[in-house]
């Protein structure tokens, strides 16, 4: 464990039987945490380091004590409201749908604190008319946090969420204090859990075939190892189709348990598949081997324990996962999906509001509109022809010669090399918009004499369509036929590279066709930032700015400091007349750029320094300052 600059030996000592115990990480603020450990010594009446380590070795309640001390309970009614609304709309009336107006649904919060978590589920429930029908469990590690939430008293603190005022209803004020109301209070089941212990789930605690776990700004707290055993077990707590919900701020389940994570445009969630379903994982997880799992193919639940769900060691999966054990579509409703015949089905806001827009949708159909004649920044419009979309260098199966450069817009982004696979530029050429010049955009595509390679990646290159397969998807974009094209290059395969290299060439043919392309290939792959990006800057080509937002925001989520990203980000939002959004966006990008070395090349911007892009983004956000001073519309 590492040591740090502790005040005294006994600190790192207790800390390290912590983590023996508990799973917790080694703090990032060793002062804190000394604070911490000495209010936690002081109540137990120990001033000894090694009497106090023996005292939360034997006694429970002092290590709950320490826990408190070590974690922070930071909670509100409410909080991440976007999850409440995806609930609403999207989870419940899937699970009524499917299991018809008798049946109960099981909800956890799995890290209660105080309590405001699971009283918000049950509020939620009560208000959508499941109140006779309804299981909420709560569970915490802090028998202190505990005895306040079935207390269920709360002050103005617990009220400061945006969806605060739905909780008002249930809450009876009493002096400088808000009483929860019998009702709510009833609705909930709180135990202890200490989370990193195996003694969950089972079916006596009622953590067990849930429909809804909420785990949210837990998992940050845990060492890798504790993290891989926890996604595990919630895995297995979940029921068919369940859904788990983490914090913004928790690290990525995917690779740590047969969990299919879903990008939304508020984040990620997960959802257990089908027993039988191939699962296959993303390439990005920080813990453990990656590789394809597969759910058991149990007919029933998972046995309490029973450490199914480990992390296979075939390389090379994606995030997504079409057929279930009977071959049959996964989906979840608003999302649409790809259907078994390869068509398909859904579209763009034909679900719910807050749907999710990751599982099997192709985000845009053939015929959606074709492009207008003014294109965007760095992209012509699609023109369905084979005749190279400019600002894309060529790529496979590209006829004749892009040049690297466009003329008479302001580019859009950058990119070209694969963000957190390697460091080098492609052989594509740099892109204008470090600059700000009125060039296209360039390196979309693999550098010259390497057909599908990604440059600088330091892994092996992506596979390469045959000429067979390029002359296919040639004959398929003639016909329209963008799945076939899609497929043919490569842009619905299971590694990320080749995925991501297919997209760029065939923006290279046809910039409406590669909209679809990047689509699915960011549907297989959603925690791969990079293809989030691209589809953000050909949306944006099409003079798609909404989607394009969207999109951006989602490569942002997955990777807040992709400079590129904000930078982008900032334009789209100029165009759509959100100046201060715009600007936001815009020192952000600054502000990243600066904190790296000036010469730092930056990840997808194809050999751009770091200097130059913060000077690009200065020089824009000065440009819609100056207006703004002097009492004039941008």
């Given at each position: 464990?590492?040591?740090?600059?502790?005040?005294?030996?006994?600190?790192?000592?207790?800390?390290?039987?912590?983590?023996?115990?508990?799973?917790?990480?080694?703090?990032?603020?060793?002062?804190?945490?000394?604070?911490?450990?000495?209010?936690?010594?002081?109540?137990?009446?120990?001033?000894?380091?090694?009497?106090?380590?023996?005292?939360?070795?034997?006694?429970?309640?002092?290590?709950?004590?320490?826990?408190?001390?070590?974690?922070?309970?930071?909670?509100?009614?409410?909080?991440?409201?976007?999850?409440?609304?995806?609930?609403?709309?999207?989870?419940?009336?899937?699970?009524?749908?499917?299991?018809?107006?008798?049946?109960?649904?099981?909800?956890?919060?799995?890290?209660?604190?105080?309590?405001?978590?699971?009283?918000?589920?049950?509020?939620?429930?009560?208000?959508?008319?499941?109140?006779?029908?309804?299981?909420?469990?709560?569970?915490?590690?802090?028998?202190?946090?505990?005895?306040?939430?079935?207390?269920?008293?709360?002050?103005?603190?617990?009220?400061?969420?945006?969806?605060?005022?739905?909780?008002?209803?249930?809450?009876?004020?009493e002096g400088r204090q808000y009483v929860l109301s019998p009702e709510v209070k009833q609705r909930v089941r709180f135990s202890?859990?200490?989370?990193?212990?195996?003694?969950?789930?089972?079916?006596?605690?009622?953590?067990?075939?849930?429909?809804?776990?909420?785990?949210?700004?837990?998992?940050?707290?845990?060492?890798?190892?504790?993290?891989?055993?926890?996604?595990?077990?919630?895995?297995?707590?979940?029921?068919?189709?369940?859904?788990?919900?983490?914090?913004?701020?928790?690290?990525?389940?995917?690779?740590?348990?047969?969990?299919?994570?879903?990008?939304?445009?508020?984040?990620?969630?997960?959802?257990?598949?089908?027993?039988?379903?191939?699962?296959?994982?993303?390439?990005?997880?920080?813990?453990?081997?990656?590789?394809?799992?597969?759910?058991?193919?149990?007919?029933?639940?998972?046995?309490?324990?029973?450490?199914?769900?480990?992390?296979?060691?075939?390389?090379?999966?994606?995030?997504?996962?079409?057929?279930?054990?009977?071959?049959?579509?996964?989906?979840?409703?608003?999302?649409?999906?790809?259907?078994?015949?390869?068509?398909?089905?859904?579209?763009?806001?034909?679900?719910?509001?807050?749907?999710?827009?990751?599982?099997?949708?192709?985000?845009?159909?053939?015929?959606?509109?074709?492009?207008?004649?003014?294109?965007?920044?760095?992209?012509?419009?699609?023109?369905?022809?084979?005749?190279?979309?400019?600002?894309?260098?060529?790529?496979?199966?590209?006829?004749?010669?892009?040049?690297?450069?466009?003329?008479?817009?302001?580019?859009?982004?950058?990119?070209?090399?694969?963000?957190?696979?390697?460091?080098?530029?492609?052989?594509?050429?740099?892109?204008?918009?470090?600059?700000?010049?009125?060039?296209?955009?360039?390196?979309?595509?693999?550098?010259?004499?390497?057909?599908?390679?990604?440059?600088?990646?330091?892994?092996?290159?992506?596979?390469?369509?045959?000429?067979?397969?390029?002359?296919?998807?040639?004959?398929?974009?003639?016909?329209?036929?963008?799945?076939?094209?899609?497929?043919?290059?490569?842009?619905?395969?299971?590694?990320?590279?080749?995925?991501?290299?297919?997209?760029?060439?065939?923006?290279?043919?046809?910039?409406?066709?590669?909209?679809?392309?990047?689509?699915?290939?960011?549907?297989?792959?959603?925690?791969?930032?990079?293809?989030?990006?691209?589809?953000?800057?050909?949306?944006?080509?099409?003079?798609?700015?909404?989607?394009?937002?969207?999109?951006?925001?989602?490569?942002?989520?997955?990777?807040?400091?992709?400079?590129?990203?904000?930078?982008?980000?900032?334009?789209?939002?100029?165009?759509?007349?959100?100046?201060?959004?715009?600007?936001?966006?815009?020192?952000?990008?600054?502000?990243?750029?600066?904190?790296?070395?000036?010469?730092?090349?930056?990840?997808?911007?194809?050999?751009?320094?770091?200097?130059?892009?913060?000077?690009?983004?200065r020089d824009e956000r000065i440009r819609l300052e100056n207006p703004l001073t002097e009492g004039k519309a941008p």
């Open positions: 464990m590492r040591q740090g600059p502790w005040s005294h030996e006994g600190y790192p000592a207790v800390l390290a039987l912590v983590e023996e115990r508990a799973g917790l990480a080694p703090p990032s603020c060793p002062a804190s945490a000394e604070e911490g450990i000495s209010r936690a010594m002081a109540r137990a009446g120990v001033s000894d380091f090694d009497e106090y380590r023996a005292r939360i070795t034997s006694d429970s309640a002092a290590m709950d004590d320490l826990l408190t001390e070590l974690t922070i309970g930071e909670t509100y009614f409410f909080r991440t409201p976007e999850h409440f609304e995806f609930l609403r709309r999207v989870v419940l009336p899937a699970l009524r749908e499917r299991h018809g107006p008798d049946y109960t649904v099981k909800m956890w919060s799995a890290a209660c604190s105080s309590g405001e978590e699971p009283y918000s589920m049950a509020a939620l429930l009560m208000s959508e008319g499941w109140g006779e029908h309804m299981a909420v469990y709560a569970t915490d590690v802090s028998r202190a946090s505990l005895a306040r939430a079935r207390r269920g008293h709360y002050g103005e603190w617990s009220m400061r969420g945006p969806w605060a005022e739905r909780m008002r209803v249930h809450l009876r004020p202890y859990l200490n989370l990193a212990l195996d003694t969950w789930p089972s079916p006596d605690s009622g953590i067990w075939k849930l429909d809804v776990v909420f785990c949210r700004n837990v998992l940050i707290y845990f060492n890798g190892s504790t993290i891989e055993a926890v996604a595990r077990r919630l895995h297995a707590s979940l029921g068919e189709g369940g859904v788990l919900f983490t914090g913004p701020s928790d690290p990525p389940l995917g690779g740590l348990a047969p969990l299919e994570p879903v990008l939304t445009e508020w984040g990620v969630f997960y959802r257990r598949l089908p027993p039988g379903t191939t699962v296959a994982v993303p390439d990005a997880s920080p813990f453990g081997d990656r590789g394809r799992m597969t759910v058991p193919p149990s007919g029933g639940g998972h046995p309490a324990h029973s450490g199914e769900g480990g992390v296979g060691t075939a390389p090379g999966g994606s995030a997504r996962t079409e057929t279930g054990a009977s071959g049959s579509t996964t989906r979840f409703p608003g999302g649409g999906a790809a259907s078994p015949s390869g068509g398909r089905a859904g579209a763009p806001g034909s679900g719910p509001s807050g749907a999710a827009t990751g599982i099997g949708t192709s985000g845009f159909a053939p015929g959606s509109g074709a492009a207008t004649g003014s294109g965007a920044p760095g992209f012509a419009p699609g023109s369905g022809t084979t005749t190279g979309t400019p600002g894309f260098p060529p790529g496979p199966g590209t006829s004749g010669t892009t040049p690297g450069r466009g003329s008479g817009s302001t580019s859009a982004g950058t990119a070209g090399t694969t963000h957190g696979r390697g460091t080098g530029p492609t052989s594509a050429g740099t892109a204008g918009a470090a600059h700000g010049s009125n060039v296209g955009v360039s390196g979309f595509a693999p550098g010259a004499g390497t057909p599908g390679a990604i440059q600088g990646t330091g892994s092996p290159s992506p596979r390469a369509p045959s000429p067979s397969e390029l002359s296919a998807a040639r004959r398929a974009l003639e016909r329209g036929d963008w799945r076939e094209a899609a497929l043919r290059m490569g842009a619905l395969d299971s590694d990320p590279d080749t995925a991501t290299a297919a997209v760029r060439a065939i923006a290279n043919l046809d910039a409406q066709a590669a909209v679809y392309a990047s689509a699915e290939a960011a549907s297989r792959h959603p925690l791969v930032p990079d293809l989030r990006y691209l589809e953000a800057l050909l949306l944006l080509g099409q003079g798609r700015l909404p989607d394009a937002e969207r999109s951006v925001r989602q490569a942002l989520y997955l990777e807040p400091t992709l400079a590129v990203a904000w930078l982008v980000l900032g334009r789209v939002l100029r165009r759509l007349g959100d100046t201060p959004g715009a600007l936001k966006a815009l020192r952000e990008a600054e502000a990243l750029c600066e904190a790296l070395p000036p010469d730092a090349p930056l990840p997808l911007a194809e050999g751009e320094h770091a200097r130059d892009l913060a000077r690009a983004a």
